[in-house]
């Protein structure tokens, strides 16, 4: 396989995965106002889910790097690979946040009841974007412990994706190149 077709096929499995997040939301969303679940449990469904999202997330972008390395991708097409995914952790986390506020109207500062649903999801996917990239004007604060969970989950995995792994690419790609020649 080419590796313009592992690209391709990078990009549809990243384009399912967007589907897989938003449908995570839908099912959450279906049990809470369905299902008669209680807040507390709804919340910590939420927190289950937001914890295997980061697991996995953590593990891909790991993943990602290795194989950049392992194909010696140029690095604007592993920035490419890594945006995808970036856009895809902040939109599961904005979610996330929506699923929590829906439940306990009081899981975060500044939401305005009035809002509807597009407007909330949109403000939860600008605060996803700013923890995502540290600016975090504090316009939007969580106030639960759940929500302050799922948000250090966000904060942590944004660290390790751009601190860790982006940042050190080049060096980690070079240092794997070095050691695969010395085994060969």
Known sequence: MSQEQRIIGQ??????????IIAIAAVL???WTRSGMQ??????????VAF??????????????????RDNLAYHKVLGLMGV????ITLSFALDYWCLETDEPTSFSSIDPAWGQAEL?????????????FFGFG?????????KLVTMMEVVLAFFTVIFLL???????????????HED
């Not at 990009?11 to 897989?20: K, M, S």
């Not at 060096?171 to 020649?181: A, F």
């Open 29 to 31: 969303q279906v049990l």
């Open 139 to 147: 316009d939007v604060t969580p106030l639960t412990v759940v929500a």
């Open 11 to 20: 990009v549809i499995r990243q384009g399912g995965e967007v589907a897989v």
């Open 52 to 69: 295997a999202k980061t697991v996995f997330f953590f593990v891909e972008n790991l993943t990602h790097i290795l194989m950049a390395t």
């Open 121 to 133: 999801i949109f403000e939860f996917f600008f605060f996803s974007v700013l923890n995502f990239s």
């Open 167 to 181: 940042s050190d690419f080049v060096s980690l790609k070079d240092s794997l190149r070095i050691r695969r020649r």
């Open 85 to 88: 995914n970036m856009a895809q």
């Open 39 to 48: 807040a507390p449990l709804f919340c910590l469904a939420v927190l289950a």
